[in-house]
C-alpha cells in the first residue's frame, strides 16, 4: 500500500527544548494532518494543512505542507512534559479514493523535566 | 457530550468464533472509519465510510467487514478471527470527509484472538 516515511522513530529531549519531526512520501498529497496520542487513548488532531507550501501554528506547534507536494514537518517548540506521546503524520493521496487516509508510523517523543 | 464510543473496550476471545466491535457517534456525521494500530506499523485503515449504505476498503480490509445502515453506528465485524488480527481498534467519524477532517476518535478496543 501507499506508504508514509515518518521521523525519528523516537526522541528523548530534555524539558525547554525545540522538536522538530517530518513526513515524507514518494506519493503527492493535498493535504496533511497531524495527531497526537496520549498513551491509552485516540489520536487528536493537532493541526491541519490544505495547500502546499502552508504553514500553521497551534499555540506552540507549527506545521507546514510541503512546496513539493510530498513532504510535512512539525515542530514543537520549548517542549513541556505533558507533550509525551505519540505523533502521527497523516495525509491524503491525489489520486488516491477519496476517504483514504494514510497514516505515518509515528514519532515518539519522551522529555525529561 | 460530543463522543465516539465503541464496545467492548477489551476482549479476548478463540480463532474461528465470529464477534462485532459496535461503533457508535453522536455528531451526526456523514464519515466514519475503522484503524487497527500495531507496534511499529502506526494507524491502519480498515474501512471506512462517507454515508449511509456508502462504504469503502482501506488499506488492510481482509478478514473484516462493515456496514453502515444507520448514520450514527458502523459496526466491525470479524466472521472468522485469526490471531494476526490481535490489535488495538479505533474507530473514527467527522462530519464530512471534504471538510476539516476534524476525525473524532474512540476510545480503542484491544482485541486479542488465541
Known amino acids: 500500500g501507499q506508504q508514509l516515511n515518518q521521523s525519528p522513530q523516537s526522541m528523548f529531549i530534555q524539558e525547554g527544548e525545540d522538536v522538530s519531526m517530518n513526513c515524507t512520501s514518494s506519493?503527492?498529497?493535498?493535504?496533511w494532518l497531524w495527531y497526537k496520542q496520549d498513551p491509552g487513548e485516540g489520536p487528536v488532531l493537532l493541526i491541519a494543512?490544505?495547500?502546499?507550501?502552508e504553514l500553521t501554528s497551534n499555540g506552540r506547534l507549527t506545521a507546514q505542507f510541503g512546496i513539493t507536494r510530498k513532504d510535512s514537518f512539525l515542530n514543537i517548540s520549548a517542549s513541556i512534559p505533558s507533550d509525551v506521546g505519540i505523533y502521527f503524520c497523516?495525509?491524503?493521496?491525489?489520486?488516491?479514493?477519496?476517504?483514504?487516509?494514510?497514516f505515518g508510523k509515528g514519532t515518539k517523543l519522551s522529555v525529561k523535566p | 457530550e460530543a463522543q465516539v464510543t465503541q464496545n467492548p473496550r477489551y476482549l479476548i476471545t478463540v480463532t474461528g468464533k465470529k464477534l462485532t466491535v459496535t461503533c457508535s457517534q453522536n455528531?451526526?456525521?456523514?464519515?466514519m472509519s475503522w484503524y487497527r494500530q500495531d507496534p511499529g506499523l502506526g494507524l491502519r485503515q480498515i474501512y471506512y465510510?462517507?454515508?449511509?449504505?456508502?462504504?469503502d476498503k482501506g488499506d488492510v480490509p481482509e478478514g473484516y467487514k462493515v456496514s453502515r445502515k444507520e448514520k450514527r453506528n458502523f459496526p466491525l465485524i470479524l466472521e472468522s478471527p485469526s490471531p494476526n488480527q490481535t490489535s488495538l481498534y479505533f474507530c473514527?467519524?467527522?462530519?464530512?470527509?471534504?471538510?476539516?477532517?476534524?476525525?473524532?476518535f474512540g476510545p480503542g478496543t484491544r482485541l486479542t484472538v488465541t
Open positions: 455528531m451526526n456525521h456523514e464519515y
Open positions: 473514527a467519524s467527522s462530519y464530512r470527509f471534504s471538510t476539516a477532517y476534524e476525525q473524532y
Open positions: 465510510s462517507m454515508n449511509v449504505e456508502v462504504t
Open positions: 506519493s503527492i498529497f493535498n493535504t
Open positions: 497523516a495525509g491524503l493521496i491525489v489520486g488516491g479514493s477519496q476517504g483514504n487516509l494514510i
Open positions: 494543512l490544505y495547500k502546499a507550501g
